[in-house]
């Protein structure tokens, strides 16, 4: 059975989520990726793209996002410190 771990209004950043639990070997779907770029207006109001994970490795695929998204944050900085 498929979750749902993560929601996105744009296409590009749940590519790259999606991408980044590929990269670790975590199998991973996005839902309804056609229906908000037809749509794109409404997208949000259709609940956006879901990124789908299976129930048993769901905890790791968050833990995955979550320290993905604490390293962009860091290198951001980083970059503004400069």
Same mark, same amino acid.
């Given at each position: ?5 993560? &929601?996105?209004?744009?296409?590009? #950043?749940? =590519?790259?989520?999606?991408? &980044? ?20 207006? +409404? ?6 793209? &879901?990124?789908?994970?299976?129930? #048993?490795?769901? #905890? &790791?695929?968050? =833990?995955?996002?979550?320290? +993905?998204?604490? =390293? ?7 970059? =503004?410190?400069?």
């Amino acid at each position: 059975m498929l979750v749902t771990i993560a &929601r996105f209004s744009m296409a590009f #950043e749940a =590519q790259i989520a999606k991408a &980044r639990l590929d990269s670790e070997g975590m199998p991973a779907f996005l839902a309804d990726v056609h229906t908000n770029n037809a749509l794109s207006i +409404y997208g949000d109001a259709f609940g956006g793209i &879901r990124l789908q994970v299976p129930e #048993e490795v769901a #905890e &790791r695929a968050v =833990q995955i996002l979550a320290e +993905y998204q604490e =390293q962009a944050l860091c290198e951001l900085d980083d970059d =503004q410190g400069e």
